[in-house]
Nanobody, 121 residues
Framework: QVQVVESGGGLVQPGGSLRLSCAASGIITSIYAMAWFRQAPGKQRELVAI???????NYADSMKGRFTISKDNAKNTVYLQMNSLNPEDTAVYYC???????????????WGQGTQVTVSS
């Protein structure tokens, strides 16, 4: 089983910054990608950023230039540096890890419980 745990959320003023962390643990043989999603009240969950095992990254258009995704392979951890935050960034941020637990297991998405980010003065 794979556990995914996010941390680093909180309350920040407009224009401020936050750094989210997400650690995957358990029986993991391969991680193919790690991604951040977010879901604001009354809205669908949307992709924020994704990083693959080859360090390829992709961002949602509204996050380009403000958010940076990075990872530490040794720690199975992904980070999301968020700058120039505005109230529209308020949401629960979820981490998704795409991984295998053995050479015979299917590639599976594992989700964390989410961390709240609130941007308000």
């Amino acid at each position: 089983q794979v556990q995914v745990v996010e941390s680093g959320g909180g309350l920040v003023q407009p224009g401020g910054s936050l750094r989210l962390s997400c650690a995957a643990s358990g029986i993991i043989t391969s991680i193919y990608a790690m991604a951040w999603f977010r879901q604001a009240p009354g809205k669908q969950r949307e992709l924020v950023a994704i990083i693959t095992t080859g360090d390829s990254t992709n961002y949602a258009d509204s996050m380009k230039g403000r958010f940076t995704i990075s990872k530490d392979n040794a720690k199975n951890t992904v980070y999301l540096q968020m700058n120039s935050l505005n109230p529209e960034d308020t949401a629960v941020y979820y981490c998704r890890t795409t991984a295998r637990t053995s050479s015979r297991s299917p590639i599976t998405d594992y989700w964390g419980q989410g961390t709240q980010v609130t941007v308000s003065s």
